[in-house]
């Protein structure tokens, strides 16, 4: 099982950037993605969450409007586009991919990172 991020960066205050997370090795179509963050001493925090199919999207409520996730199962990878990006939004980002049934699978990317300075 992997799950590989990139697309982080260093960007200037306001602008944007997309992060990807390719998957394999398990039936990704089957399983609900999320973007999760985590600044320098403290714990990851949840940004945003799509079901398996695509139809359900949350998102934490200060990034609703500027952060948008999407998947494209055909090709086994979860984006997440970020507009409007603020110095508060510089952190590591990763990817999850979660499926709850009789057994709980829940897997980890290693993570990429995102600087938002001038």
């Known amino acids: 099982v992997q799950l590989v991020e990139s697309g982080g960066d260093l960007v200037q205050p306001g602008g944007s950037l997309r992060l990807s997370c390719a998957a394999s090795g398990f039936t990704f179509s089957s399983y609900d993605m999320s973007w999760y963050r985590q600044f320098p001493g403290r714990g990851r925090e949840l940004v945003a969450t799509i079901t398996s199919a695509g139809g359900i999207r949350h998102y934490r409520d200060s990034e609703k409007g500027r952060f948008t996730i999407s998947r494209d199962n055909a090709k086994n990878t979860v984006y997440l586009q970020m507009n409007s990006l603020k110095p508060q939004d510089t952190a590591v980002y990763y990817c999850?991919?979660?499926?709850?049934?009789?057994?709980?699978?829940?897997?980890w990317g290693q993570g990429t990172q995102v600087t938002v300075s001038s």
């Open positions: 999850n991919a979660v499926r709850v049934g009789f057994i709980r699978y829940d897997y």
